[in-house]
């Protein structure tokens, strides 16, 4: 819970918070998309959209 707070509110490293909690990134990551806790930081749809088309 803790790992996940410092992911949500301060953007701390998904690496940095999968050591805190005891955990691979892999299993991190899995652990944040079952609880609905997306690793994508934009702030709207177009915005991600945007992105993904300058790719």
Known sequence: AV???Y?????V?????AQI??????EF???LGKN???IF????KEEF???LNNA
């Not at 909690?21 to 892999?26: K, L």
């Not at 930081?41 to 709207?44: F, L």
């Open 49 to 51: 959209l945007e992105e």
């Open 13 to 17: 490293s998904i690496g940095y918070c």
């Open 41 to 44: 930081k934009y702030d709207n």
């Open 36 to 38: 609905h806790i997306s």
């Open 7 to 11: 992911y949500t509110q301060s953007g």
């Open 21 to 26: 909690a005891g955990m691979t990134e892999e």
């Open 29 to 31: 990551i899995k652990y």
């Open 3 to 5: 790992a996940v707070g």
